[in-house]
């Protein structure tokens, strides 16, 4: 079965850089999900999208920027790169809202390193 | 606000034994979904299992199972037949049926070891 796929699996930057991070959800799901995860933290929520449109935010820097296309990819733009940004960024898909699992199936992660 | 608790940030088992990871949640919405993911060294999140509040029977997924005790809080994992592939950091985590976005909060996770 398709999953999530997310490009590129590996990014370094220097500092101050911008970096864009790429997500295809799996087919026919709708709605993207972004986690950043630090080392040896917990996933964190940055933001998703529902159709196309912000669903719900979370602590994402006024740097990042997502948007989600008509195609349902979604690209995370972050911008003046910081050593604090350097993660592992998840992104993860669900079927349609309103099914009560919408269990959201992650991608293999993009680990971003800010020297 | 949601929370997820893991008091066990590491546990040993040995392969073929049975092993519970615990798992104790907090909120005060009515409708909610619990999940437990398992991310290997390698660095991917995998979907394990999933328990919806109102589920009236545990989960269960091959060797996976859920422990939900509603009036507890608890939503416990237990891996029956340990197998050495199953080392790896376990994350509960909670999401908000209603919330359109519905994204999920996690735990601290739970390193597990699985001895041979």
């Known amino acids: 079965a398709a999953g999530v796929i997310q490009s590129p699996r590996h990014l370094i930057k220097e500092k101050r850089e911008t970096a864009t991070l790429k997500c295809y959800p799996i087919?026919?799901?709708?709605?993207v999900y972004w986690y950043q995860q630090g080392p040896g933290q917990d996933p964190q929520f940055l933001i998703s999208?529902?159709?196309?449109?912000?669903?719900d935010k979370g602590s994402i820097p006024d740097r990042f920027s997502a948007q989600q296309f008509s195609d349902y990819h979604s690209e995370l733009n972050m911008s003046s790169l910081e050593l604090g940004d350097s993660a592992l960024y998840f992104c993860?898909?669900?079927?349609?809202?309103?099914?009560?699992?919408?269990?959201?199936?992650f991608g293999a992660g993009t680990r971003l390193s800010v020297l | 606000a949601q929370k997820i608790t893991q008091t066990q940030p590491g546990m040993f088992v040995q392969e073929k034994e049975a092993v519970t990871l615990d798992c104790t949640y907090d909120?005060?919405?009515?409708?909610?979904?619990l999940f437990w993911y398992k991310q290997p060294s390698s660095g991917e999140m995998i979907f394990l299992i999933y328990?919806?509040?109102?589920?009236?029977q545990n989960a269960t997924e091959g060797r996976y199972s859920l422990n939900f005790q509603k009036a507890r809080k608890s939503a416990n994992l237990v891996i029956s037949a340990s197998q050495l592939g199953d080392s790896a950091m376990y994350f509960c985590?909670?999401?908000?049926?209603?919330?359109?976005?519905?994204?999920?909060?996690f735990g601290q996770g739970t390193e597990l070891s699985v001895k041979p």
């Open positions: 993860a898909s669900s079927s349609p809202q309103g099914t009560e699992e919408n269990i959201q199936y």
């Open positions: 087919p026919r799901h709708d709605t």
């Open positions: 999208f529902y159709e196309k449109m912000q669903s």
């Open positions: 909120t005060s919405d009515p409708s909610y979904g």
């Open positions: 328990q919806g509040s109102y589920d009236q």
């Open positions: 985590a909670m999401r908000d049926v209603y919330n359109q976005g519905g994204k999920l909060i």
